[in-house]
Structure formats: C-alpha cells, structure tokens
C-alpha cells in the first residue's frame, strides 16, 4: 500500500479530516502491524475555542504546531489518550481527531478515540512523530476514498466549546463509529 504523503496533509484541516475517512491507520508493535480503516474524524484549528491551540502553542499543543502529517497524542481525564493529525500548514496549530477505526485483519475495540489509541498501542510516546516517514512505526495508507454521498457531517462530540462546529465527519451506517452517532 502507497503511504499518505504529505501534501496530503498539507492542506484544510475540514477537507483533511473528510478525506481520511476510509483510509488506513497503521501501527508496528514488533512483528504485529495493526491496521484500520479510519471511520469518524473531527477537525480543530488554531481560530476554533475548543482547539488545543486556541491559546496558541503550549508545551502541550507544540506537536500541532509541526509540520503537516506530524501526530499529536494527548492524554484526557487520566486515563485515555486521543490521535490526532497535523494539517494545513507549519506554525500554524490545526489537527485532525481520528475518533474511530474499523479494524482489519480481526482488530476490534477501535470505536472510539481513547479505545483505539489503546488497542493499537498509541500514547504520548508517539507525540511528535511523523506519519509520513513512518517515525514510530506509525503511518497511514491510501485507501479508496468515501463517496461524498457516504459522509455524514455533523456537530463535534464530547467538547465544551464551539458545540455548534459541524466539523465531525463519520461514514454513513458504519458500527464501528464512537458511540456519539446519530447516524
């Protein structure tokens, strides 16, 4: 498989988290490579209050602010961490939340961001790298895109501020979407 480059990435947050529904997350854990079919994604950017990088680059957001195809983890509530991707362009903090997996090859356990990222071994460890060149052993592969007519978009979930966003993306009656959807 042909992994995502990075003028991929390098491009509008909205249209980047629309356009990796159907692609494939990859993750190497020794001689193991689990893989899933991206299902539901959000998008944040640096204008939008309920982005990490609202409030600029911190210590905590400074992966957001690399450039395209970088992974920023983060770690919620104590006890779940959240993948997200680098978009747009350096200095300029944008990312998309990969929020559920369909998984191939017997992988479950993937509907929802804090599941996956433990089901596939995701955590800070991972922060900074990058997906183009494969840095951690993670990566994401070209897939068949989703027909627009497959895409569901819809408010954010499980956010405080700018509720209103429709920058929640989600393929139509797919399972393996978090359990937030109305689909």
Wanted: glycine share 8%; hydrophobic share 40%.
């Amino acid at each position: 498989m042909i992994t995502l480059t990075k003028d991929f990435y390098a491009r509008d947050t909205l249209i980047v988290a629309r356009e990796l529904l159907g692609q494939v997350l990859c993750r190497s854990i020794g001689d193991v490579v689990l893989r899933g079919h991206i299902v539901e994604t959000e998008a944040y950017t640096q204008e939008d209050p309920a982005s990490h990088a609202f409030r600029k680059c911190t210590l905590r957001a400074k992966a957001m602010f690399q450039e395209p195809g970088t992974v920023y983890v983060y770690f919620i509530y104590g006890m779940y961490h959240c993948l997200n991707i680098v978009t747009d362009m350096e200095n300029y903090g944008s990312a998309v939340l990969i929020r559920a997996l369909e998984g191939l090859d017997g992988l479950s356990g993937t509907n929802g961001p804090g599941k996956l990222c433990r089901t596939m071994g995701i955590d800070l460890d991972c922060n900074g790298r990058n997906l183009v060149r494969r840095d951690g052993n993670i990566w994401i592969e070209h897939a068949t895109p989703i027909l627009p007519e497959n895409i569901i978009q819809t408010t954010r979930v499980g956010i405080r501020r700018a509720t209103n966003y429709p920058w929640r993306f989600y393929i139509r009656n797919n399972k393996f979407v978090s359990t937030f959807s109305v689909s």
